[in-house]
């Protein structure tokens, strides 16, 4: 199983592309980006009934444990903050 870096970017084809149409090329980045983005852009990928977010992180970049960090966060910050801490070593 292979586990892509998650600062470094993947190919283009493989970017998670937002509500608003923003591409987040890897993960690092879409914790950067969780502040400025609209709620309802969160909202659209993040909410009861789906987590595009854990998907893109299982599928795309294979980090099953990040991915299972996040699957029931609903939250910018707290996602911010469990993203943020995976890459640092902490969680």
Known sequence: MRVYNLTREI???KYFVLANGQP???VAELA???DQ???HV??????VD????????????????LARKIA???D????????????????
């Open 42 to 47: 969160f909202n659209h990928h993040v909410n």
């Open 72 to 74: 029931g966060v609903h």
């Open 32 to 34: 950067a980006i969780l």
């Open 50 to 65: 789906r987590n595009d977010f854990h998907n893109w992180i299982k599928d795309v970049f294979e980090d099953i444990d």
């Open 11 to 13: 190919p283009a084809d």
């Open 24 to 26: 987040v090329k890897n």
């Open 37 to 39: 983005l609209e709620d």
């Open 76 to 91: 910018k910050k707290h996602l911010q903050l469990v993203i943020y801490r995976h890459i640092a070593g902490h969680e």
